[in-house]
């Protein structure tokens, strides 16, 4: 628990003040976007291998930097009207496809290209979301929020499961989860809501009302997100995707709820209006 509030105190304002940087042209946050797909690819690419399923790595992480930077140039150049990340994630799918004919062994061919798809979508596609809900008009304080709602439910969940959980979900996925996790991470996200709102309420206009069912809503989205890895790490018996951050598992430990939350929270305030494309 020590290692853990430790890489929290200081990996936290790290984070924020990338997410919350003018620096030009959204540099420093695209580096870290990077950086992650990196370090996530090696441990999907890693599950997968203890699953037998043996993908090229290389073709992987090259195809999910060239779909971030395709992200990246679009928002930077919107005259290209072309969806590269979109083009890229297609193309790199094709070739894999092209690659498959010249193996010797067809018998794992759909089980490879499955995986090589769903490590393409479920990291560089999902994460482009990222930077995509930053180059917003006011972007930067709604992925502060988001991020800090994400943050605060992974807190409040973990700690009040530890110190008030006594019932157990019964999920197979996840069996430590408790009712008093659920319970404290859809009050902590609320709070984050209200609080980022409150900070930032020159920018974040909503009501409280909308706060609360936002703090709800994306509250029970990211305890979802973290089922999700749950599953997956399930499916090839290991309790973390990898011992890269001390008292949290791997990169995957940590930014899970990520993944599927902030993408759905950027449908939400493009939708709703509250944010204008």
């Known amino acids: 628990m020590k290692n853990r509030i430790i890489i929290g105190v200081i990996g936290i304002p790290i984070i924020l003040f990338i997410i919350l940087s003018n620096i030009v042209w959204h540099i420093p946050f695209l580096i870290f976007l990077i950086i992650f797909n990196f370090l996530a690819i090696n441990e999907m690419h890693h599950m997968f291998s203890l699953k037998g399923i043996q993908i090229q790595k290389e073709i992987l992480l090259v195809a999910g930097l060239l779909m971030i930077l395709g992200m990246y140039v679009n928002i930077s150049f919107p005259e290209i009207r072309l969806d590269l990340r979109q083009a890229i994630f297609i193309l790199a799918i094709i070739l894999y496809l092209v690659l498959m004919i010249f193996k010797k062994d067809y018998k794992a061919v759909i089980p490879v290209i499955s995986a090589y798809c769903f490590i393409l979508f479920y990291i560089p596609y999902l994460s482009s979301y990222f930077l995509l809900l ?9 992925l502060f929020l988001i991020v800090l709602l994400i943050w605060c439910n992974d807190s409040a969940a973990y700690f009040s499961g530890m110190w008030l959980g006594r019932k157990k979900l019964n999920i197979k996925a996840s069996p430590n989860k408790t009712y008093a996790g ?45 089922l999700v890895e749950s599953i997956l790490k399930r499916s090839v018996n290991i309790k973390d995707s990898k011992g890269l951050l001390p008292g949290h598992g791997g990169i995957l430990d ?24």
């Open 134 to 142: 930053r180059s917003l008009p006011l972007g930067k304080y709604y």
């Open 182 to 226: 659920v319970y404290g991470g859809l009050i902590a996200s609320v709070i984050a809501v209200i609080t980022a709102g409150f900070i930032f309420r020159e920018y974040i206009i909503m009501s409280f009302f909308q706060k609360i069912i936002i703090g709800v809503v994306f509250g029970f989205i990211v305890i979802g997100s973290d």
């Open 254 to 277: 940590v930014f899970d709820g990520w993944l599927v939350t902030i993408p759905l929270f950027y449908f939400y305030i493009t939708i709703s209006g509250l944010v204008k494309i």
